[in-house]
């Protein structure tokens, strides 16, 4: 795999818990294996410096997400190769970065909800409210507000799907060696069609 002087961008997207996150550090370390230099820009890290008491708002997550684009937008631009790890749940938000970036991929990492909701739970608080799903579920079936917790995706809204998306892997049953090893065929096969 070639960097070449344009560099590419690849965003992994899917719900909280969906194994998106764990994917994109795992492809980085074997690009970087390889030699190829790559810049992992994570939104749950990128947010806080945005936002730095974010609320997860549809608007602050619009201007969040928009804001995201244009790191990487910039990041291209210098000839980086960058691995782009948000949920973007809106069709619009992918769209919006494969109108600006020439060498563009989406990796939809498709999960079971319930799956995902399993996988969240054993998440320690980070970065992102912990155990968010249980009490988001919770809101939703008391009323009962919880405090720093916005719309959860999955629950609150739901991830929009892109049928047109690169690369679609059902994340729900597969070891991260296999899924990983879908995902660097894929890029293998992207790249050297660029």
């Known amino acids: ?104 991929a989406e990796v939809f990492v498709q999960c079971d909800l319930d799956e995902a909701i399993r996988r969240e739970a054993g998440r320690p608080k980070g970065l992102v409210i912990a155990d968010l799903y249980r009490k988001a579920l919770r809101r939703k079936r008391t009323g009962e507000p919880c405090e720093g917790l916005g719309e959860v995706i999955g629950v609150d809204v739901p991830f929009e799907a892109d049928p047109g998306a690169e690369l679609i892997i059902d994340n729900t049953c597969l070891a991260r060696e296999e899924t990983l090893g879908k995902v660097l065929h894929f890029l293998d096969t992207w790249l050297a069609d660029a």
């Open 1 to 104: 795999m070639e960097s070449g002087a344009q560099g590419f961008a690849i965003w992994f997207v899917g719900l909280p818990g969906s194994g998106k996150s764990s994917l994109a550090r795992g492809v980085a370390e074997h690009l970087r294996g390889r030699g190829v230099e790559v810049v992992l820009l994570q939104m749950d890290k990128r947010r806080k410096s945005y936002f730095p008491e974010p609320t997860y708002t549809a608007q602050e997550r619009e201007a969040a997400y928009a804001m995201f684009v244009d790191e990487a937008v910039d990041l291209v631009g210098q000839g980086h190769n960058v691995l782009m790890d948000g949920s973007a749940y809106k069709v619009s938000m992918r769209a919006l970065a494969r109108s600006r970036i020439a060498r563009f």
